[in-house]
């Protein structure tokens, strides 16, 4: 069972910056992905971005296109989120998640990726 864990969360002015980390228990596969979902209060939870493990493609939600950054070491099996420009509206919990076949179904969608982590609290005060 793969874990993932998560770290960097925390409270931040709107217009900071945060830099979440997430560390999977097992090697990553080249064809994996690793990516970030966001769930605010009382909404569903949504796609953030996602890294294409070997190639380094990335992709991005509209909403933080421009301001958040993704990448990754393969030496250290670790992705990282790079938050800019944070506004209030980035306030959630961020999991990351590894999909084991980036090409496997659309990957925006939650229900394509194999393994969660436990989530990490973000909060951006106006």
């Known amino acids: 069972q793969v874990q993932l864990v998560e770290s960097g969360g925390g409270l931040v002015q709107a217009g900071g910056s945060l830099r979440l980390s997430c560390e999977a228990s097992s090697r990553t596969a080249g064809s994996s992905a690793m990516g970030w979902f966001r769930q605010a209060p009382g909404k569903e939870r949504e796609f953030v971005t996602a890294?294409?493990?070997?190639?380094?493609?990335?992709y991005y939600a509209d909403s933080v296109r421009g301001r958040f950054t993704v990448s990754r070491d393969i030496a250290k099996n670790t992705v990282y989120l790079q938050m800019n420009s944070l506004k209030p509206e980035d306030t959630a919990v961020y999991y990351c998640?590894?999909?084991?076949?980036?090409?496997?179904?659309?990957?925006?969608?939650?229900?394509?990726?194999?393994?969660w982590g436990q989530g990490t609290q973000v909060t951006v005060s106006s």
């Open positions: 890294i294409v493990w070997s190639a380094g493609t990335t």
């Open positions: 998640a590894r999909k084991n076949n980036f090409a496997l179904g659309l990957i925006d969608r939650e229900a394509t990726w194999d393994y």
